[in-house]
T-cell receptor
């Protein structure tokens, strides 16, 4: 199994541009999530999904959209990039039906995004 | 907002020594997890301890949980250079709109093992 994969690994955008960060998992996990990691802030939840067609906002959803058309894929869209969105983005999937502390989270390698 | 806070923020020790890092949290929990993050990589799950457990071992890792003090500690014994990484605790952040839980992470402890 490849686990959780993310593309691209690095991306530089100009302010106002849009892009999609790709995330895929081959473990048939229902729960998937997106986090951003900033220095001194730890990981913050952006959006999550409990299954195909079902998504919800996390702690810092503004400026991001998600959709979940299949169990495997959970892309994150930046609508109009801003410098405040410069961060490292991680996609994760959960071994159980929840995204909470009962289940193991499997993380992708991350996408390092810089917005100029 | 974040539930867990790790202490210290950074720790440097000699190879072979033991490393201890702590996590404090604010509200009652079901379970607590520890994750490791190597530089430039995603997080990797290390261990889960349930709220009714006081101590758990996995190889060179020992995790303790004190629910009365709302704190947990991660001990790495006989440290190796490969243990150099950031370590995060994670707890439940409360129910989602769908009734399941989401996870919240602390800010991490940066551990450096000096060969």
């Amino acid at each position: 199994n490849a686990g959780v994969t993310q593309t691209p690994k690095f991306q530089v955008l100009k302010t106002g541009q849009s892009m999609t960060l790709q995330c895929a998992q081959d473990m048939n996990h229902e729960y998937m999530s997106w986090y951003r990691q900033d220095p001194g802030m730890g990981l913050r939840l952006i959006h999550y999904s409990v299954g195909a067609g079902i998504t919800d906002q996390g702690e810092v959803p503004n400026g991001y959209n998600v959709s979940r058309s299949t169990t495997e894929d959970f892309p994150l869209r930046l609508l109009s990039a801003a410098p405040s969105q410069t961060s490292v983005y991680f996609c994760a999937s959960s071994s159980g039906t929840s995204g909470g502390s009962t289940d193991t989270q499997y993380f992708g390698p991350g996408t390092r995004l810089t917005v100029l | 907002s974040q539930q867990g806070e790790e202490d210290p923020q950074a720790l440097s020790i000699q190879e072979g020594e033991n490393a201890t890092m702590n996590c404090s949290y604010k509200t009652s929990i079901n379970n607590l997890q520890w994750y490791r993050q190597n530089s430039g990589r995603g997080l990797v799950h290390l261990i889960l301890i349930r709220s009714n457990e006081r101590e758990k071992h996995s190889g060179r890792l020992r995790v303790t949980l004190d629910t009365s003090k709302k704190s947990s500690s991660l001990l790495i014994t006989a440290s190796r250079a490969a243990d150099t990484a950031s370590y995060f605790c994670a707890t439940d952040a409360g129910p989602t709109n769908f009734g399941n839980e989401k996870l919240t992470f602390g800010t991490g402890t940066r551990l450096t093992i000096i060969p």
